[in-house]
Structures are given as structure tokens and as C-alpha cells.
């Protein structure tokens, strides 16, 4: 069974809640529940921080040993060197989503500091972005050259 680990950055625990015109009425442990309905045969791992060492932390912690990591990073996304040095870090392949699309909101939000450390970026599909990183990922393989 494969294992995908899910991480969400600041202030996504208030999915459903903060600012639903951008981000939507649905929480993301609601949303995981459809999620894991979706891929039976996944073994769905979820954690979410405010806080950018516990991040670093469970992807050290995790990293080698699951099969992908769909990472949503929040703000970090546009700040944090250290979470891309750990994706870096970790044998695991990763995919950067981002809810809304950061291309049409501020300008610092333009930049990711995890993209080029990700097999892909999915931006701007609401929630369904996480459904469609979850099942690149079931289908990745390593090509070893």
C-alpha cells in the first residue's frame, strides 16, 4: 500500500473558516475524508503546523520513508529556504498545491522557494488540487538513469 503524507502550512487549520471567497467553506479534515474515499488503497498521512521546525520536522521524520508528499506551505511557500532544503533533503518526491491562485493575488506570492524542489506545482484548483497531486503521485516512478 502506498503512503502519501499531507502537509499543510499556517493558518490552513482554518480552512472552511478564514476568508471563504478565497479558500472555500470546507475544512481540510473534512475534505481528507473524501480524500480517503477516493484512494482506498492509500495510506493517507495528514499534518498541519503553524509553526515552519515542525513542518521541517515531520518531513525529516517521514520523508524516507513515504511513497510522495503533497505540501502545502502556505505563506512559508514564499519565505522558507529551510522547508525547500528539506524536500531537497528526503528521497520522497513532492507536489507543491496552492488552493487559490497565487499568480492573481499579491505580488510576493509569486515566488516559491519550494517549486523547483517539486515533481510539479498545482495552483488555483480550490481543494481538488490535493485529489489531483495524491494521484500523480500514486502513479510516479523513479527512473533511474
Do not use: W
Not at 481540510?28 to 480517503?36: P, Q
Not at 511513497?67 to 528539506?86: E, K, R
Amino acid at each position: 500500500m502506498k503512503q502519501i503524507l499531507i502537509i499543510n502550512g499556517p493558518n490552513l487549520n482554518l480552512l472552511g473558516k478564514r476568508e471563504p471567497t478565497i479558500y472555500g467553506n470546507r475544512s481540510f479534515v473534512d475534505y481528507l475524508k473524501t480524500i480517503e474515499e477516493l484512494f482506498p488503497d492509500v495510506q493517507l498521512r495528514y499534518f498541519q503546523s503553524n509553526h515552519e521546525g515542525e513542518l521541517i520536522d515531520k518531513i525529516h521524520e517521514l520523508g524516507f520513508d513515504v511513497d510522495g508528499i503533497v505540501i502545502n506551505a502556505g505563506a512559508y511557500t514564499h519565505t522558507s529556504i529551510a522547508i525547500a532544503d528539506a524536500l531537497s533533503a528526503v528521497t520522497a518526491p513532492a507536489v507543491e498545491v496552492h488552493i487559490s491562485n497565487v499568480h492573481a493575488r499579491e505580488s510576493f506570492r509569486h515566488h516559491s522557494y519550494l517549486s523547483a524542489k517539486c515533481k510539479g506545482v498545482i495552483v488555483g484548483l480550490g481543494l481538488t488540487g490535493y485529489e489531483l497531486a495524491v494521484r500523480y503521485l500514486m502513479s510516479y516512478k523513479v527512473i533511474e538513469l
